[in-house]
């Protein structure tokens, strides 16, 4: 009869101490909720007296006329933009509608501002560089144009930007509270995913990141995990927004045929385009030079050449002499985010004339999620 192991499997605990070791205390509570409410109250100030007052160019329109009746945008349907659209055309009572749609925006876009402020000073530990971080994004011109109308671009930035202080909250959680971070990250990129497909990028290297801390590190089981991913699962709920618009709703405007599982994973998967990253439904092909090339240079002349040059000089400080283990994850996790976001989008954007003015204004929008990372650090 065999003698069975009782000796408890080793497994890595990260403590409070070791969370703490040789990380600055952050900027006191009433000094960062200053700025925070500072920085919001003059983005959204700012951004609505410059809000489009009508109906604003590219898919706005398609936006509002989808949400207003409760309908399905083009693949891969964005079901919770169009739910919140619906929500603010339908009960907000003053202001066309789409007046109220870009308002919707203009709220986001104050948002994403507050988190980048908060994400800077929390990561940082400093608020006047939070605050100087986020009016240079959110006054740029790109991030600027996207969170004064009526389109899914500034809510996108906010639910990146979440995913990015996520990645800061995880890292420098202890073991006993890992999990309990774990699970809200997974619900944010599910949320995230609800709205913007290039979300994933992201989500991806955050979720091997999380699993291997979780399962490989801490020694939890794959039950456990699974249990974590179906957080995620859980945030993509709205896309139940689809059939639900098919079968108990009659919109006058809407996109596709949800009447079987098939039809709501074409839509979904944005088959009709090729994949999540074509960018157009017709068959031309971009490269990773020409993509990665245009996104330094619009970047440089949005942002200026300044964020590169400490971008390198911060990855040579992780590599060679940062002493702080939750500054290096963090660090190094927002660098595989943006560094599969290059990889993956810039090789599969099928834009093959970069220097035409509507090919151009389709790709640059998408410049916006990678700058984010690239503020941040």
């Known amino acids: 009869m065999g003698i069975k192991d009782k000796r408890p499997k080793k497994v890595i605990k990260l403590t409070k101490k070791d969370a703490e070791e040789k990380y600055e205390p952050q900027p006191s509570e009433y000094e960062t909720r200053l700025g925070a409410a500072f920085i919001f109250l003059l983005s959204f100030v700012i951004y609505y007296m410059t809000m489009f007052p009508g109906l604003p160019m590219g898919d706005s329109g ?7 009746d409760f309908g399905v945008a083009h693949p891969p349907g964005y079901p919770m933009f169009t739910t919140l659209t619906y929500l603010i055309m339908n009960n907000l009572p003053f202001g066309t509608l789409a007046w109220r749609v870009n308002l919707l925006s203009v709220f986001f876009g104050a948002l994403f501002n507050l988190t980048m402020y908060y994400a800077v000073s929390r990561i940082g530990k400093n608020c006047a560089v939070g605050l100087l971080t986020a009016g240079w994004v959110g006054f740029s011109r790109l991030f600027w144009m996207w969170s004064i109308q009526g389109e899914i671009f500034s809510l996108n930035n906010l639910l990146c930007a979440f995913i990015m202080i996520r990645a800061f909250y995880f890292e420098q959680a202890t073991s006993e509270k890992s999990l309990q971070e774990a699970r809200l990250s ?5 949320l995230s995913l609800s709205n913007q497909h290039t979300s994933v990028l992201f989500i991806f290297p955050f979720a091997l990141r999380v699993a291997y801390r979780i399962i490989i590190i801490e020694g939890h089981s794959l039950k456990t995990a699974v249990f974590v991913a179906l957080h995620g699962i859980a945030g993509m709920l709205w896309y139940l927004q689809l059939p639900l618009s098919h079968f108990f709703f009659s919109p006058r405007v809407t996109w596709g045929d949800f009447s079987s599982f098939q039809k709501f994973f074409k839509h979904m998967l944005r088959l009709e385009y090729g994949s999540s990253f074509k960018l157009v439904a017709r068959d031309t092909k971009g490269t ?4 990665f090339v245009a996104f330094v240079k619009d970047s440089s002349s949005e942002l200026s050449i300044l964020p590169w040059i400490l971008n390198v000089a911060l990855f040579y400080i992780v590599i060679n002499t940062c002493t702080s283990p939750i ?9 595989l985010m943006m560094g599969c976001y290059f990889a993956v989008f810039c ?18 929008r998408f410049w916006m999620q990678p ?7």
């Open 62 to 68: 398609e936006f509002i006329a989808t949400g207003i």
């Open 347 to 364: 090789s599969l954007a099928n834009i093959d004339n970069i220097d035409e003015g509507l090919d151009r204004g389709v790709l640059e």
């Open 371 to 377: 700058s984010i990372g690239l503020m941040i650090l």
């Open 186 to 190: 997974a619900l944010i990129c599910g």
């Open 327 to 335: 500054f290096r994850r963090t660090v190094t996790s927002i660098m």
């Open 288 to 291: 990773f030079f020409s993509n």
